[in-house]
């Protein structure tokens, strides 16, 4: 994940070095980072979780598209943008089924296994076609606000795939909200994730430009909504189990503009000189960021977590020394 994410980060610093960003796109790789660092942490938290696992997911595949878009709506180069928006359905096909795998597990509906499987199976059948044809996006527009994409007929049957997946994962908590008790969950869990992902579901507008049609897509500002409601239910409910997950996410988030901000202020200021590089002098540059960048996390990560564990630690000294002094009143 760790090499995944700084691979995304030298994409993205080498276009912007290239291209300056627009605000948009900015906007745009910020609530990347944020859910692909929510995302994360929330895996992290219980790794053996089919819940957790679901959640992680699908913030990593809302992350994908929408730091696609950062790149895309900071490009001049039409070929740049359309290699790029092959890279945004690679998380974009899988979102109703990773949020359909989410019900499933969340209210531990073990009859719908199979169809979860088939919808997997589909998700990568229509990963396929987007990957390496032009069935699934067949160009591009260029709307005011930058390149987007021009849907190809097999957008429009996945469209179809995306209703129905959807529906029946939201169907699954509207079924569940109607019984006290599901699963070990109260009926204030679930309704928050319910109405969380009503709401997210208005973010299918994106899809409106790819049909030609002059509409700003806005659908991410909806999405992060998303983010705020269900990282509320975490928080006020503790809709995954994770305690103080307030001070454990600022924290994260601490840690993370630690690692991130120095490396984009190296580049902002090095833009000049980088623009002038070739791509091989800048996939060295890169390489070498990249094997600094690991000592640099691996060095902030046990500070980070020692400061949050610190009333922890107190305490386990505390009772280590209190069983010592039992042990020698004993002696």
Not at 108 to 130: E, H, M, N, P, R
Not at 202 to 230: H, K, N, Q, R
Request: with cysteine.
């Amino acid at each position: 994940m760790t090499a995944f994410l700084g691979s995304c980060l030298t994409a993205a610093l080498y276009s912007f070095s290239s291209h300056p960003p627009t605000f948009v796109s900015i906007q745009h790789l910020v609530a990347s980072i944020l859910f692909s660092l929510t995302g994360f942490y929330i895996y992290l938290k219980n790794r053996n979780s089919q819940t957790n696992i679901a959640f992680g997911l699908l913030w990593f595949c809302i992350a994908l598209w929408l730091f696609g878009y950062a790149i895309i709506f900071s490009t001049p180069d039409p070929k740049e943008a359309y290699f790029w928006t092959k890279f945004v359905y690679l998380g974009v096909i899988f979102i109703p089924t990773v949020f359909y795998h989410i019900t499933v597990a969340l209210l531990d509906i073990k009859t719908q296994k199979t169809f979860l499987k088939g919808c997997y199976w589909l998700s990568a059948l229509f990963l396929i076609v987007s990957t390496f044809t032009d069935w699934f996006v067949k160009g591009l527009y260029q709307h005011r606000w930058g390149f987007y994409a021009k849907a190809g007929f097999f957008q429009t049957i996945f469209l179809f795939f995306f209703a129905l997946v959807y529906g029946r994962g939201l169907f699954n908590l509207y079924r569940a909200c109607r019984i006290k008790q599901h699963a070990g969950l109260d009926q204030a869990r679930i309704r928050f994730v319910f109405w969380a992902f009503v709401i997210a579901v208005v973010g299918a507008i994106d899809f409106i430009p790819t049909y030609g049609v002059e509409f700003y897509p806005f659908g991410y500002m909806l999405v992060g909504t998303l983010l705020a409601s269900i990282s509320y239910a975490i928080i006020k409910h503790r809709l995954l189990d994770i305690t103080t997950v307030i001070h454990k996410t600022i924290l994260w988030l601490v840690m993370s503009c630690g690692v991130t901000l120095p490396v984009v202020g190296l580049f902002y200021l090095a833009r000049p000189w980088l623009m002038n590089l070739s791509v091989l002098p800048f996939a060295l540059v890169a390489g070498a960021l990249a094997l600094f960048l690991i000592p640099y996390v691996r060095f902030i990560q046990p500070c980070i977590d020692h400061l949050f564990q610190r009333r922890k630690y107190d305490l386990q000294k505390v009772l280590q020394d209190f069983i010592h002094e039992v042990e020698v009143l004993k002696s």
